[in-house]
């Protein structure tokens, strides 16, 4: 690999020569910031939910988000671990922003691990809708399937498998779609100066191509009328401009749609967030419309139904200890779960989540699943303490009243962390045993961004 000079002050002087022409007498400006500046932190919490009390002002463009100390270790807390917030960049809010789903719509997130952008997206559902995750690499699914179920999402299925293998069996079926594309990652020189090292000039060539074969493979899954969100954490105009211009050259039935976001200027449809004008990293966001206006395609998709003594013993789980209307109407890898009410064709497509996962019937036994217990409040509640709550995370016994008997759920600060079965002045932990840590190593965790 032939390795690039760097200019006195770290940077590949090839990068700096693309993104002359774009910023102009700006360029020392630009430069001292991602040298000199901070970089920025964010997080987005879960509704209803306060955010850690050493978050700052309020992260203008997206919902229910906050700019966040670089020192923080909100991460390592038990609130993070039971859903109340996600540890975002601010900046990589943007592109969610600009689509804007609404209640009800069908959304594909293309690009999705580690989830970011993908819970933002279900937050902006609250819950109506669909919302189709994918990731191709399957161990950042598994990832981003667990980010959701930390977040408490009920109506998303999480998938694993490339835009081509995607595209024909979804043609037209959605009514908003984001692409978070794979990039050169430039946005991320402050936060992480040794990616500079790994920058070449032909970083960008290789990523555009990519970056456009998907983005045909995503456009064949939107239905006329609907939007879709571009977006990448790079500067240079060959990944973000180019892409977009070679994607409308190749698809005159689309085109850019002028947006505003609180915070930002407003843009004729292609928006870049530069480190020394705004409070966040690097990121470029783009927002598109397929002409045409069409009816949303009927969603096909059947899976086991549950035999009678199931159901039964799972209706009757559900109506003492969770305290709104679930309906358990599918089985799924042996649990019984509530699919969303749409779906699309997912016959030969890998799938790691399916709506909100309930539990399983062991015998004439129901065991609630931890995704159940994030995601939806409970009558049958333990308050516990901070300290307590990380002894429970660890997979600890926590002791309760004598009187107590049956399955509840250890609260912090009204925020479900999980299972626990009490029995004889004892909670016996129910935690998953492939997410319990030690409390030392919960020291300095964070979410990715």
Excluded at 31 to 49: D, E, S, Y
Excluded at 72 to 96: F, K, N, V
Excluded at 154 to 162: I, R
Excluded at 248 to 267: A, N, Q, R, T, Y
Aim: neutral net charge.
């Amino acid at each position: 690999m032939k390795i690039m000079r760097m200019d006195e002050q770290g940077f590949p002087e090839g990068w700096i020569e693309q993104l002359r022409p774009l910023l102009g007498d700006a360029l020392p400006d630009f430069l001292h910031a991602l040298n000199n500046g901070a970089p920025l932190r964010g997080v987005r919490t879960r509704k209803g939910v306060a955010p850690p009390a050493e978050a700052g002002g309020k992260v203008p463009w997206a919902m229910d988000a906050y700019y966040l100390p670089l020192d923080s270790d909100a991460g390592a807390r038990p609130a993070h671990e039971a859903g109340a917030w996600y540890i975002q960049e601010p900046s990589a809010m943007t592109p969610a922003a600009a689509l804007n789903p609404q209640p009800g719509d069908r959304v594909l997130d293309l690009c999705a691990a580690p989830g970011g952008k993908s819970t933002q997206l279900a937050a902006m559902l609250t819950g109506e809708g669909l919302l189709v995750c994918n990731e191709p690499v399957p161990g950042r699914a598994q990832v981003l399937s667990r980010n959701l179920e930390r977040m408490g999402v009920k109506n998303a299925v999480a998938v694993s498998a490339l835009p081509e293998e995607l595209s024909p069996r979804w043609q037209g079926f959605f009514d908003k779609i984001l692409v978070d594309a794979p990039c050169s990652g430039e946005g991320m020189f402050r936060r992480h100066p040794e990616t500079r090292e790994e920058w070449t000039v032909s970083s960008p060539t290789g990523c555009a191509g990519r970056q456009a074969h998907i983005l045909r493979h995503a456009a064949m899954m939107l239905r006329p009328g609907g939007r879709l969100a571009y977006s990448t954490c790079t500067f240079n105009a060959t990944e973000n401009e180019g892409v977009i211009e070679g994607f409308l050259k190749e698809h005159p039935d689309f085109h850019l749609v002028p947006f505003s976001l609180p915070g930002l200027p407003p843009c004729g449809g292609m928006l870049r967030v530069w480190p020394h004008l705004v409070k966040g990293e690097g990121h470029f966001a783009a927002l598109l419309e397929k002409d045409g206006d069409e009816q949303k395609k009927q969603a096909v998709f059947s899976l086991p139904i549950p035999g009678k003594q199931e159901l039964s013993l799972t209706q009757a789980f559900l109506q003492e200890h969770i305290a709104e209307n679930i309906a358990p109407n599918a089985v799924f890898a042996g649990k019984m779960i509530a699919l969303p009410a749409e779906l699309p064709p997912l016959k030969g497509v890998r799938v790691l989540r399916l709506g909100l996962q309930l539990g399983e019937v062991k015998g004439k036994i129901f065991l609630p699943d931890h995704a159940l217990a994030l995601a939806c409040p409970s009558p049958r509640t333990v308050p516990v303490t901070e300290d307590q709550a990380r002894l429970y995370q660890a997979g600890q016994v926590l002791p309760v009243d004598e009187a107590l008997r049956g399955f509840y759920t250890p609260t912090l600060n009204g925020l479900n962390l999980g299972w626990g079965k009490a029995s004889e002045g004892q909670l016996k932990n129910h935690y998953p045993k492939g997410l319990r840590k030690s409390i030392e190593t919960r020291q300095g965790a964070s979410s990715a961004p």
